[in-house]
């Protein structure tokens, strides 16, 4: 059974920095593209960041870019979101997610797997 399993959520002061992870389990990492998505309180899940199965291009969302940097690393089978300059607007619940062969353009209703989030919240 396929588990995505999300660590490293916690609390923190705005502007500080925070990596997540998220390591994956029975599926064929590198076939997969994988993406970090947010929702935050109130809000509806919104696409952070996506890093491709095949050449590692990345895409981000215009709100993180710049700030968060997204990385896997395949002997691990593990993807990780580094997020600098932590703003208050980005507390949520932050959810890593897989497609298959995917696009980093994919929406969320692509993704194939999903986590089960970790909590990121940003005191001002």
């Known amino acids: 059974q396929v588990q995505l399993v999300e660590s490293g959520g916690r609390l923190v002061q705005a502007g500080d920095s925070l990596r997540l992870s998220c390591a994956a389990s029975?599926?064929?990492?590198?076939?997969?593209?994988m993406g970090w998505f947010r929702q935050g309180p109130g809000k509806e899940r919104e696409f952070v960041a996506a890093?491709?199965?095949?050449?590692?291009?990345?895409n981000y969302a215009d709100s993180v870019k710049g700030r968060f940097t997204i990385s896997r690393d395949i002997a691990k089978s593990t993807v990780y979101l580094q997020m600098n300059s932590l703003k208050p607007e980005d507390t949520a619940i932050y959810y890593c997610?897989?497609?298959?062969?995917?696009?980093?353009?994919?929406?969320?209703?692509?993704?194939?797997?999903w986590g089960q989030g970790t909590q990121v919240t940003v005191s001002s």
């Open positions: 997610a897989a497609h298959l062969r995917g696009s980093v353009l994919s929406p969320a209703y692509e993704y194939d797997y």
């Open positions: 890093v491709s199965w095949s050449a590692g291009n990345t």
């Open positions: 029975q599926l064929t990492f590198s076939a997969y593209t």
